[in-house]
T-cell receptor, first 116, second 106 residues
Framework: DTEVTQTPKHLVMGMTNKKSLKCEQH?????MYWYKQKAKKPPELMFV???????INESVPSRFSPECPNSSLLNLHLHALQPEDSALYLC???????????????FGAGTRLSVL | KNEVEQSPQNLTAQEGEFITINCSYS?????LHWLQQHPGGGIVSLFM???GKKKHGRLIATINIQEKHSSLHITASHPRDSAVYIC????????FGAGTRLTVKP
């Protein structure tokens, strides 16, 4: 099983809503990633978790709050988002962060988020 | 200047044509990745290279570490190859190129 599952596939939310994106993998990977991708742009790294601990936060606004409850699950909690936060949010996992660039990252299909 | 430059940005080909997408980078890396993204979002890892050449089916990827350059080739292209192809260089994180949007017409 080389699958990374993201739910929901699509999400529409208002600026005052609170919602969560979920990501799950059962490959035994210990590094998990959140990326944001705007239309026709490459993915931008948001957060990296390694062994369930936050390793990298790329200066992401606090209205995005990541959580890694266990080694298989990664959540992204959303609160008071702005319309410019509308994007495709991609989750990825890899064997271990310590492998550096030798990791292959496995990506989910993404959640397409629209903020009204 | 971006750390990872891809060319061309857009490419249209007829079915059966041989296709080359290029990637140049300016930083030291431990590996280079070629990724494929279909409309709708999902990204698939095609190759991870740290030297030489790899082949998988109709896809071939090469890297020249000294020249900091990699190419992705598709032989006998098919409409189902239509996608965005992304080059990403890796150290502890991945730095992505802007992608090449390939359209293969029947």
């Amino acid at each position: 099983d080389t699958e990374v599952t993201q739910t929901p596939k699509h999400l529409v939310m208002g600026m005052t809503n609170k919602k969560s994106l979920k990501c799950e993998q059962h490959m035994g990977h210990r590094a998990m990633y959140w990326y944001k991708q705007k239309a026709k742009k490459p993915p931008e790294l948001m957060f990296v978790y390694s062994y369930e601990k936050l390793s990298i936060n790329e200066s992401v606004p606090s209205r995005f709050s990541p959580e890694c409850p266990n080694s298989s699950l990664l959540n992204l909690h959303l609160h008071a988002l702005q319309p410019e936060d509308s994007a495709l949010y991609l989750c990825a996992s890899s064997q271990a962060l310590a492998l550096g660039g030798l990791n292959i990252q496995y990506f989910g299909a993404g959640t397409r988020l629209s903020v009204l | 200047k971006n750390e990872v430059e891809q060319s061309p940005q857009n490419l249209t080909a007829q079915e059966g044509e041989f296709i080359t997408i290029n990637c140049s980078y300016s930083v030291g890396i431990s590996a280079l990745h070629w990724l494929q993204q279909h409309p709708g979002g999902g990204i698939v890892s095609l190759f991870m290279l740290s030297s030489g050449k790899k082949k998988h089916g109709r896809l071939i990827a090469t890297i020249n570490i000294q020249e900091k350059h990699s190419s992705l080739h598709i032989t006998a292209s098919h409409p189902r190859d239509s996608a965005v192809y992304i080059c990403a260089v890796a150290r502890n994180d991945m730095r992505f190129g802007a992608g090449t949007r390939l359209t293969v017409k029947p």
